[in-house]
């Protein structure tokens, strides 16, 4: 989304790359105020999109949150919950740090999240004796077609990397490239996947390489970045 890319590219050229602007989701969130939940013993959070939101639709802030990852942790930092912990950057990571600091005795898992998720992370804490109460508190609408400048740049083999930091991303921007009839370009770019299964995703379509970062985070991603650049300088 907008916002998320908008960062990255001030960190990317920071580092003295070019950017291609690209979004491939678009977030919008539902207005409704949440109803009342009572006291959760904990928040779950899978997305930045999701903690931004869940601040916007209620007052709630005290219990701790959990959250998939650094990015997701540093939104709902800056919304202002008061107690965040970040997992490793996966859904499994999540789950641990769950069932290895609650008890699902004490109370339930709020989980605020997008219409459209990843994986089944409310049944896998259902499974583990947790109540989990889920609010869709946003949708990620997908582009519909690529912008005229990115189009035009993959014609002119101007672009040496893309960067993908979800499945849903990486299958968009397939489809797109697809439809604009520049998909021969990517024969030429490396695709950088923040995950395996967001390589899966991209897998569909020849690129020059596919790499995935050590971990599921955007330091790791960049540094497959800075190992592109490395090895063009070498």
């Given at each position: 989304p907008r916002p998320e890319a908008e960062r990255l590219a001030q960190r990317l050229r920071s580092r003295g790359f070019e950017v291609c602007l690209e979004p491939m989701l678009e977030i919008r969130d539902r207005a409704a105020r949440l109803p009342p939940i009572g006291s959760p013993q904990a928040i779950v959070l899978t997305s930045a999109n999701g ?184």
């Amino acid at each position: 989304p907008r916002p998320e890319a908008e960062r990255l590219a001030q960190r990317l050229r920071s580092r003295g790359f070019e950017v291609c602007l690209e979004p491939m989701l678009e977030i919008r969130d539902r207005a409704a105020r949440l109803p009342p939940i009572g006291s959760p013993q904990a928040i779950v959070l899978t997305s930045a999109n999701g903690a931004r939101a869940l601040a916007a639709a209620s007052p709630l802030r005290d219990p701790p949150v959990y959250a998939v990852g650094e990015q997701t942790a540093a939104a709902a930092d800056e919304a202002g919950f008061a107690r965040v912990r970040a997992a490793g950057g996966d859904l499994d990571s999540l789950t641990d740090s769950v069932k290895r600091e609650l008890d699902p005795a004490a109370g339930p898992l709020l989980y605020g999240c997008g219409a459209d998720r990843a994986g089944d992370l409310a049944g896998v804490l259902g499974g583990l004796g947790f109540e989990v109460i889920v609010v869709v508190l946003y949708d990620a609408v997908a582009a519909t077609a690529l912008s005229p400048g990115c189009a035009e740049a993959l014609r002119r083999a101007e672009i040496d990397a893309a960067l993908f930091f979800s499945p849903r991303s990486a299958a968009a921007f397939v489809s797109l490239v697809r439809d604009a009839g520049v998909e021969g370009s990517c024969a030429a770019v490396t695709a950088l996947c923040l995950s395996g299964a967001v390589a899966e995703a991209a897998a569909p379509m020849r690129w020059r390489w596919v790499r995935i970062a050590a971990r599921p985070d955007a330091p790791s991603l960049l540094a497959l970045l800075d190992d592109m650049a490395d090895e063009r300088r070498g």
